[in-house]
């Protein structure tokens, strides 16, 4: 009988070991998959917490088991249609990304061997946002599901962002988090009944406020840029999604068929300016990659951008912005790059995903993309993994990005307009893209191709990310997407027009110019960089006590 009522209470304890992990889970995974559920972030990671605790006073071992399968389903459930673009690469980046995000939470627990009190969970928020900041500027780089991401469709609560930026948001979780769940241990281990009276009103009197200041201070300083799409200084656009199916592109139509269809789309638009010099500047955007015919200085090779120039020539101060795959040449010897792909003795050529702007005078300025896809468009460490992939027969992308960012410019005479554009991923990463910012720029351009993942939550999630940039930086943006979702977003971050998925569309608005520098562009992650600084300051500690011993 004792034997029976032993493993009626281990499988007990099992259920809700494994109940607080899938909650955890499904709770930091909807509001990248719901609007509007941002925060439930705020109490997201409170079962993770309570399964770790509860574990550990059963003495539980393998516990590592919980919190790693709690992290893969949350990746699986956020991300699983990366592997709609690639099988291989989206489970790489749900194991992959899982794993690093265990290894924090191990280091975690490993520090409560040394630390006592509140200190392991303060290295754990710390550890955990430093390790998100690094993950911005890794070789090997995943970072959509950094927490402060949890906000994109929650817009309304995080106007601050124009002062943290989006680890500011994570910070902010993990506070919210721990202190809930301290409040919670206190309460289930007796320890609230030594607070005196004071303590127990200021305790969750303190959580409460940590929840709503942040909200009402969004409310105050999102008041300001209530209007902001209303200026006299702007910059009309015109956004062409043409809706090819990426994966038959070649296939089911030649380049040429593909340039008609785009071409066919903005004579619709630009007919009331054909041959008005006195117009103005119009950015005409297109999507990325759209043509893969493009060779670097030397831009009269290319067939699309031929046709391209001769129809601008009929519309007066048109600027096109469009994506391309584009190719440098290189006469060698031998390889003058690891990245570099032979095409017969003494001739090689190095690939890029580009943004070019060219107008009616054929004047052309071309951005190449720095922030790149690991394994689809960039091989990372070229000098170990290149030459593994040349013998798998250079299944991996090798494009190259430019050492710095650089704007485009919107021109008509005299008038010149600086504007960024990020290309797709570039998007992701929000203190590289206040590169734009500091470069000049008055309003941004984002340029994707979104159809690789299908119609799934991929999309949407990627759309939603525009909308932190435009809060950080406080720069309207025009977004073009192959397939969709194209918008207009305002300096708020609000989504104030935008297109239907997987259809033709057009969106023909106007976007402000504004010169303003928001605290963080200026300053850039101070939030990072700080929990970095406090971060190596506790594991140097941690590794003394344990060479100590003590």
């Not at 939470?105 to 928020?125: D, Q, V």
Request: glycine share 8%; charged share 15%; net charge neutral.
């Amino acid at each position: 009988m004792p034997e029976v009522h032993l493993s009626l209470t281990m499988k007990k304890e099992n259920i809700l070991l494994w109940g607080l992990t899938v909650l955890s889970a499904v709770m930091m995974s909807i509001p990248f998959l719901v609007p509007h559920t941002g925060l439930l972030a705020l109490f997201g990671l409170v079962p993770l917490l309570c399964m770790e605790r509860i574990a550990t006073m059963l003495e539980k071992k393998l516990i590592w088991i919980y919190h790693y399968s709690c992290f893969v389903l949350w990746n699986a459930i956020t991300t699983f249609w990366v592997c709609n673009a690639t099988v291989g690469g989206g489970l790489f980046a749900i194991f992959a990304n899982a794993l690093q995000m265990s290894l924090v939470f191990g280091l975690f627990r490993l520090s409560k061997r040394k630390f006592k009190g509140a200190l392991p969970y303060i290295f754990l928020m710390v550890t955990w946002i430093a390790w998100e900041r690094f993950y911005f500027d890794a070789e090997i780089s995943w970072p959509w599901l950094v927490l402060g991401n949890s906000f994109a469709r929650t817009t309304w609560a995080i106007q601050w962002y124009e002062v943290t930026g989006t680890l500011g948001g994570s910070l902010w979780i993990w506070a919210c988090n721990l202190l809930l769940f301290g409040l919670m241990t206190s309460l289930s281990d007796g320890r609230w009944q030594t607070f005196n009276a004071k303590a127990r009103a200021a305790y969750p009197a303190g959580y409460i406020l940590l929840v709503l200041l942040p909200i009402a201070a969004s409310a105050v300083i999102g008041r300001q840029y209530d209007d902001a799409m209303d200026s006299d200084d702007s910059l009309p656009v015109a956004i062409i999604q043409p809706n090819i199916d990426p994966y038959n592109k070649f296939q089911a139509l030649t380049q040429a068929q593909q340039n008609g269809i785009l071409l066919s789309q903005a004579e619709k638009v630009l007919a009331y300016r054909r041959n008005d010099s006195t117009a103005g500047p119009l950015l005409l955007l297109a999507p990325e990659t759209f043509t893969n015919d493009i060779t670097c200085g030397d831009y009269a090779r290319s067939r699309t951008w031929n046709g391209f120039t001769t129809f601008l020539k009929d519309y007066p101060g048109v600027n096109l912005l469009f994506g391309a795959s584009s190719y440098e040449y290189i006469y060698s010897k031998e390889a003058p790059s690891y990245t570099a792909r032979k095409i017969q003795d003494g001739l090689w050529y190095e690939s890029h995903n580009s943004a070019l702007v060219t107008d009616g005078t054929q004047r052309t300025e071309i951005f190449h993309k720095s922030k790149l896809v690991v394994a689809v468009e960039h091989t990372p460490y070229p000098r170990i993994f290149c030459p593994i992939d040349d013998l798998l027969g250079g299944v991996m992308g090798r494009c190259v990005g430019q050492d710095g960012i650089s704007l485009l410019h919107i021109q008509d005479g005299t008038t010149v307009i600086p504007v960024g554009c990020a290309v797709c991923y570039e998007s992701v990463y929000g203190e590289y893209y206040t590169g734009y910012i500091r470069k000049g720029a008055r309003a941004m351009t984002i340029i994707t191709n979104d159809a690789w993942w299908g119609n799934t939550p991929g999309y949407r999630q990627h759309l939603s990310y525009a909308s932190l940039r435009a809060i950080e930086t406080r720069r309207a943006i025009a977004r073009c997407a192959n397939t969709g979702i194209s918008a207009i977003i305002c300096p708020s971050g609000k989504i104030t027009e935008r297109t239907p998925w997987w259809e033709p569309a057009v969106i023909e608005s106007q976007i402000p110019l504004r010169d303003d520098i928001t605290f963080y562009v200026s300053h850039g992650d101070i939030t990072g960089r700080v929990c970095t600084f406090i971060f190596i300051l506790l594991l140097l500690a941690l590794l003394v006590r344990f060479l100590k011993g003590a």
